[in-house]
């Protein structure tokens, strides 16, 4: 272990002008000419638009400064080089919070509700209800060290927990987490609950031992099956042969780009809102250049293969995370909607159960008024 060293980015015109000569430069391939190509991949004339604001407008000092607004770190944690921010505000030292990112997502996911959790009486909240925050930057993501071969997210529970009890000294903290960020937040829950407190997700990650027990529960599962069969394609790809699609994205901005905004527009609450107003170009494209300029794309889709190696989601009969958790149910989810409620308590220790009015996969950059409200909800609880 080290102790924790600053840390800025440092992008520089010589490190960002080849990308942007990169997309300029992309050979356009032909694309379905039809009104809607979303259901053949990301959509043409949506890539096109991103790929001349990312060249033509798109400020990357202004990105930088932006990655820079919070205190940010890296510390040794066993072989890895954690990137993190640590934001103690007016919690004082008191309530640490570790959020935790999942893919195609990056520490930049909670951007916007940071400093609300950490300065509540800013925007109008109240002082008592202030965390310490700790958002981490997966292993193999963004400014975290890569892996010499994937690893999964108990893994990451690990070192986590190393990083908030051993580098941070926080002998109890709370822990939250969507996406591969909830699987390994509920890791934390169940490897760890010595130190963790209580957990919050906004996706459901364990499966508990044994199959459906009604018929809500095998309807699910069957919806579940056929939605994987319609948008899981990228999953089974990353899961089974993840070094296949390193070989397509490196050296690709756009195919990267088109790849990850294939998901935001896919796994997002898109009912009410046009995806530029849920994800302004200006975030998503930060969030882009995280894995572009830091070669996370190939160790991101690693992180799939990592799940496979550890031994899935499923748990043992007779396991259970037993460590109070609280779940957000965002309802526009449309791939990893939520079980039925007597499926997660055969897993987790339910003690709190909120159905949100909107919001979808990226709960904390769609909708980051509603995911703190619920999260300073929670915390009260706790």
């Not at 190393?162 to 960020?181: C, H, I, K, N, P």
């Amino acid at each position: 272990m080290t102790k924790p060293a600053p840390f800025e980015v440092r992008w520089s015109a010589a490190d960002v002008e080849p990308v942007l000569a990169q997309v300029r430069a992309y050979p356009w391939p032909a694309a379905p000419a039809v009104a809607d190509g979303w259901g053949y991949g990301c959509d043409a004339e949506y890539l096109q638009g991103l790929c001349r604001y990312w060249t033509e407008t798109w400020d990357w000092r202004a990105t930088v400064a932006d990655l820079n607004r919070f205190p940010q770190f890296t510390a040794r944690v066993e072989d890895f080089d954690v990137h993190f921010v640590h934001l103690v505000a007016e919690a004082g030292g008191r309530r640490p919070l570790i959020l935790t990112h999942g893919w195609p997502g990056s520490h930049y996911e909670f951007w916007q509700a940071a400093e609300k959790l950490a300065f509540p009486s800013r925007h109008g909240g109240q002082a008592e209800d202030a965390f310490d925050l700790v958002i981490p930057s997966l292993p193999g993501f963004g400014f975290s060290s890569k892996p010499e071969r994937p690893i999964g997210q108990r893994a990451t529970a690990r070192l986590f927990n190393a990083l908030m009890t051993e580098v941070l000294g926080y002998q109890s903290y709370l822990a939250q987490g969507g996406d591969w960020g909830g699987l390994v937040t509920s890791w934390l829950g169940r490897d760890h609950a010595a130190h963790v407190r209580a957990i919050h997700l906004n996706m459901i990650g364990f499966r508990p031992a044994g199959g459906p027990q009604d018929e809500a529960e095998a309807a699910w599962i069957q919806r579940q099956q056929g939605m994987m069969d319609v948008m899981g394609a990228y999953f089974r790809l990353q899961a089974s042969r993840p070094q296949s699609l390193a070989w397509l994205g490196a050296g690709n901005p756009v195919g990267q780009a088109a790849w990850i905004a294939e998901r935001f527009h896919d796994w997002a609450d898109l009912s009410a809102r046009p995806m530029d107003e849920v994800f302004p170009k200006d975030r998503l494209l930060t969030n882009i250049m995280l894995y572009v300029m830091t070669g996370s794309f190939t160790t991101g889709a690693w992180y799939y293969r990592g799940l496979l190696e550890e031994g899935g989601v499923a748990l043992k009969p007779g396991e259970r995370c037993e460590t109070p958790t609280a779940f957000a149910n965002f309802p526009g989810e449309p791939l990893y909607t939520a079980p039925p409620r007597s499926w997660a308590e055969r897993a987790y220790n339910i003690t709190r159960w909120t159905e949100m009015p909107s919001g979808g996969h990226f709960a904390a950059m769609e909708e980051p008024d509603l995911f703190v409200d619920d999260v300073r909800a929670w915390g009260r609880t706790v």
